[in-house]
């Protein structure tokens, strides 16, 4: 399977703050990253599918001014929770789905974000 | 995607086999079961998928009911590293862009 790296695994920041989490693929190319938000004691919720070279696909309800995406290379997507609140704490994972047939998705190890 | 159906929770003595249900009695065709669990603050891992034939990896085994309505992941030796949350997940590969939408899923607890 593929390998996903997060980094950071866990950060605290001051409300009104900017944080930026990476998610690396780390043996394989991936055109495709998908990132999801997960509150405590709920399952994962898809934010978004970033697409490298292109802009990001959001789901409804996700500000995109909000949670700024950049996919910029094969291996690397970004995601920027701008102007962090406490209602923003929770746990952001990223995706990295393999087209093949059978579809798998891989993921990294996530990151715990606190706002204070 | 076609709708699962998962028990909240299930129970486990450690070193017995872990029988978990799903039902997706709404699947179509083209569908395959997807597996993933995830254990306490960690990302999902995959476990195994499947289509229509029973399948078995070093992690687990998969059967699907000949219909396809159900299926069951099989963790034939329990540890307690298996506690986790197990997903079921129904879906056509490479369609919705690749999108997995998880539901609840069932918590595991293997028991010493």
């Known amino acids: 399977g593929a390998v996903v790296s997060q980094h950071p695994s866990w950060v605290i920041c001051k409300s009104g703050t900017s944080v930026k989490i990476e998610c690396r693929s780390l043996?394989?190319?991936?055109?495709?990253m998908f990132w999801y938000r997960q509150f405590p004691k709920q399952s994962l919720m898809l934010m978004a599918t970033?697409?490298?070279?292109?802009?990001?696909?959001?789901e409804q309800g996700v500000e995109k001014d909000k949670f700024l995406i950049n996919h910029a290379s094969l291996t690397l997507s970004t995601l920027t929770v701008t102007s962090a609140h406490p209602e923003d704490s929770s746990f952001y994972i990223c995706?990295?789905?393999?087209?093949?047939?059978?579809?798998?998705?891989?993921f990294g190890p996530g990151t715990r974000l606190t706002v204070l | 995607d076609a709708k699962t159906t998962q028990p909240p929770s299930m129970d486990c003595a450690e070193g017995r086999a872990a029988n978990l249900p799903c039902n997706h009695s709404?699947?179509?065709?083209?569908?395959?079961v997807y597996w993933y669990r995830q254990i306490h603050s960690q990302g999902p891992q995959y476990i195994i998928h499947?289509?229509?034939n029973n399948e078995t990896n070093e992690m687990a085994s998969l059967i699907i009911t000949e219909d396809r309505k159900s299926s069951t992941l099989i963790l034939p030796h329990a540890t307690l590293r298996d506690t986790a949350v197990y997903y079921c997940?129904?879906?056509?590969?490479?369609?919705?862009?690749?999108?997995?939408?998880f539901g609840a899923g069932t918590i595991l607890r293997v028991k010493s």
């Open positions: 995706g990295v789905g393999l087209a093949l047939s059978t579809d798998t998705q891989y």
């Open positions: 043996d394989f190319q991936a055109t495709t």
């Open positions: 970033s697409n490298e070279g292109s802009k990001a696909t959001y």
């Open positions: 709404t699947i179509s065709g083209n569908e395959y």
């Open positions: 499947g289509l229509k």
């Open positions: 997940i129904v879906r056509a590969p490479l369609e919705y862009g690749n999108k997995l939408v």
